[in-house]
């Protein structure tokens, strides 16, 4: 059982920088990929990023490569979601999520069992 908690989210200009936190409580944290997910308004859930358990390889969307980077602190139980050159149509709602599988399917959230409650992302033109 892993129960995630995010934070960080928040309104800001398009350009700006923003750092989500995505703290795990329970067992055996380092041994889930973790994945960040957003839904937009009136949109389904999208993919966002993902990284193993180890933090050796990362995965991201085409909209936000080269903008967002994902890592995570094992010791600390905690994931991270680096947003650069935030753009409007970047706000969402976005969740963290843990899969732990043999086979890790990281663009599909139905592989991940666990998940946050979500914080919002607004960024204004």
């Known amino acids: 059982q892993v129960q995630l908690v995010e934070s960080g989210g928040g309104l800001v200009p398009a350009g700006d920088s923003l750092r989500l936190s995505c703290a795990a409580s329970?067992?055996?944290?380092?041994?889930?990929?973790m994945g960040w997910f957003r839904q937009a308004p009136g949109k389904e859930r999208d993919f966002v990023a993902a990284?193993?358990?180890?933090?050796?390889?990362?995965y991201y969307s085409d909209s936000v490569k080269g903008r967002f980077t994902i890592s995570r602190d094992n010791a600390k139980n905690t994931v991270y979601l680096q947003m650069n050159r935030l753009e409007p149509g970047d706000t969402a709602v976005y969740y963290c999520a843990a899969q732990n599988g043999p086979r890790l399917v990281y663009y599909s959230d139905t592989y991940y069992g666990y998940w946050g409650q979500g914080t919002q992302v607004t960024v204004s033109s």
């Open positions: 990284i193993r358990w180890s933090g050796r390889s990362t």
């Open positions: 329970g067992r055996s944290f380092s041994s889930y990929a």
